[in-house]
């Protein structure tokens, strides 16, 4: 079975930058893609974005296109999200899922992290 650990959360002036890592062990697959999703208290949760095994293929959320950026590193079995010009509306528990398709849902990612809290403030 495959472990995720989020890092790298944190408090942030709007328009600063964080960077979020995942970190997978255990039982990994080769192929596997992993996607970043956010959810705020009493809200559903959010996609942000996903990325293929081989980082050919990559998804973003309107609200985050332009702004972050999906990026893995096989050999760490890492995965980042670099988050820049943060804005409150950022502001959530961000998660991270491994998948085997490149998929927007929840629902078609298997293992998650436990999050990490970002919080931007105004």
């Known amino acids: 079975q495959v472990q995720l650990v989020e890092s790298g959360g944190g408090l942030v002036q709007a328009g600063g930058s964080l960077r979020l890592s995942c970190a997978a062990s255990?039982?990994?697959?080769?192929?596997?893609?992993i996607g970043w999703f956010r959810q705020v208290p009493g809200k559903e949760r959010e996609f942000v974005a996903a990325i293929s095994w081989t980082s050919s293929i990559t998804d973003y959320a309107d609200s985050v296109k332009g702004r972050f950026t999906i990026s893995r590193d096989n050999a760490k079995s890492t995965t980042y999200l670099q988050m820049n010009r943060l804005k409150p509306e950022d502001t959530a528990v961000y998660y991270c899922?491994?998948?085997?398709?490149?998929?927007?849902?929840?629902?078609?990612?298997?293992?998650w992290g436990q999050g990490t809290q970002v919080t931007v403030s105004s």
């Open positions: 899922a491994q998948g085997r398709v490149l998929s927007r849902s929840g629902g078609d990612y298997g293992a």
């Open positions: 255990g039982r990994t697959f080769i192929g596997y893609l």
